[in-house]
């Protein structure tokens, strides 16, 4: 019976109901106008929309199956180690940094759109470097080794990441003067809408949103930084405002003649959990047990990955560059969504 009942608790914590079940329980709605409520309301539309998907995939006869198992047994392994680490870290930043921050913003609309530029910008420097030094792509990567694309890739993520990203960008918000509350407001939404930009193509074939795709980030931009082939790697680092990535120089539009490739560029297996979660740390730690002295070990642990120490790089940045020499024509001309 333990069992079951720790079955149930996991599907009611994984579908997040349990406090609309609460609610609802207690009999009083008006509660549903209220910031909780409406959390409680917003909070089970990815999960439900993410077993839509997978039907709609066995319908479709595309299921994505690998992908689905992978980041389940992702999900699972989670949930037993790391579970508390990263709220543990946004409480203890709160409390060291808030006595150092610039000034405080106030609860009103303006200082929330200052709130989540500066998120996006905390965001943003997470995400770079998660991308361009080659230990924290150890952190960052499992999220990368899907090859196809679905809402249960908002779960693939080793499980140092969501301590090491949240301890960026709280501490950015926190100093630029955001508010907490208003941070966790903030949070919210972008944990709702980071999960959803992974819809995959079973559910929503063209991810550009319409008139959308020009003012905020759509799924269609992030397929793009899920992407391997040339012209895509290492852009679309943002979440829900693109801001930073126009201003960095890394934005980067989904081009309807060159179709979207998911996954890294490593040769991997892609199904198979381990390789998933740790391939990267064994590549690195090979990389770093062949260079020679040891100037060289600690560079391959900082620089991006694709650098070696013979001089053969392969990183993103040149990789693209490249492309970008020999197609310049092509890409430069300007994309209809
Ligand atoms: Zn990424
Ligand atoms: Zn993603």
């Known amino acids: 019976m333990d069992i079951l009942g720790t079955l149930y608790n996991e599907v009611i914590g994984f579908l997040g109901i349990s406090k609309a079940l609460e609610l609802l329980q207690a009999g009083d709605y008006s509660i549903f106008s209220t910031y909780d409520g409406v959390v409680a309301l917003i909070y089970p539309i990815i999960p439900l929309l993410l077993i839509l998907e997978f039907i709609l995939g066995l319908v479709y006869k595309k299921p994505d199956t690998k992908v689905y198992k992978v980041n389940f047994l992702i999900y699972v392994f989670n949930r037993f180690i790391g579970r508390f680490i990263a709220i543990a870290m946004v409480t203890l930043i709160i409390g060291w940094l808030q006595p150092y921050a610039l000034f405080q913003t106030k609860m009103t609309w303006y200082w929330f759109i200052y709130g989540y530029i500066v998120w996006e910008f905390g965001h943003f420097l997470y995400h770079y470097w998660g991308h361009k030094v080659r230990l924290f792509w150890c952190l960052h990567s499992t999220h990368h080794a899907p090859e196809q694309m679905n809402l249960s890739v908002t779960h693939a993520h080793f499980f140092l990441e969501a301590p090491y990203a949240d301890a960026i960008r709280t501490t950015v918000c926190i100093l630029l003067g955001v508010e907490p509350v208003m941070l966790f407001a903030i949070m919210f939404i972008d944990g709702t809408y980071g999960a959803f930009i992974h819809v995959g193509e079973n559910m929503m074939k063209d991810g550009r949103m319409g008139f ?28 829900l405002l693109n801001i930073w990535d126009k201003v960095f120089g890394t934005f980067q539009n989904e081009e309807r003649d060159i179709k979207i490739e998911y996954g ?21 730690f090979k990389d770093v047990a062949r260079a020679p002295g040891i100037k060289n070990k600690l560079l391959y642990i900082v620089m991006p990955p694709g650098w070696s120490h013979t001089g053969e790089h392969q990183t993103a940045k040149l990789v693209r560059g490249e492309f970008l020499k020999q197609h310049s024509v092509k890409v430069n001309k300007p994309v209809s969504p």
Do not use: Q
């Not at 890294?264 to 690195?284: P, Q």
């Open 212 to 239: 959308l795709n020009r003012l905020i980030l759509t799924p269609s931009h992030h397929r793009v930084h899920h992407a391997k082939n040339p012209l895509y790697m290492d852009t679309n680092f943002c979440n």
């Open 264 to 284: 890294i560029t490593r040769e991997m297996d892609s199904g198979n959990f381990w390789d998933v979660y740790f391939g990267e740390f064994v590549a690195l």
